[in-house]
């Protein structure tokens, strides 16, 4: 997955910081399930700020929606995170519901 097509401008700190922890919390977790799904993506708010000389839109905030499944067990966790400073953040203060990452999103992740 490692394409500047599915990249999009990250805060540093936030990147290296409370995304990563996210993102080896999640990779520690597949081996602990049968299967783990996650989609990642960007959110914009209102007129998003736009860099470079190709004018790359920064999303306000990045999600992750994972639904990971072992036998009869199926767990679904999302995490909404602002793109923006968060410096000695931990992942679960932005964990939230599906429901507010597909209203943010306009996405809808699961068949009902």
Do not use: H
Not at 85 to 96: D, M, N, Q, V
């Amino acid at each position: 997955s490692f394409y500047l097509s599915n990249a999009v401008p990250q805060d540093a700190s936030m990147n290296s910081g409370v995304w990563r922890v996210l993102e080896e919390q999640i990779r520690r977790s597949a081996g602990e399930y049968d299967s783990v799904v996650v989609y990642t993506g960007p959110v914009y708010c209102g007129t998003p700020e736009r860099i470079g000389a190709s004018a790359v839109a920064v999303p306000c905030a990045l999600y992750k929606v994972t639904r990971s499944a072992k036998a009869d067990y199926e767990t679904v966790k999302c995490y909404l995170v602002p793109n923006t400073s968060l410096k000695g953040r931990k992942p679960a203060e932005f964990e939230t519901g599906l429901a507010e990452v597909e209203t943010r999103t306009g996405l809808v992740f699961f068949a009902r």
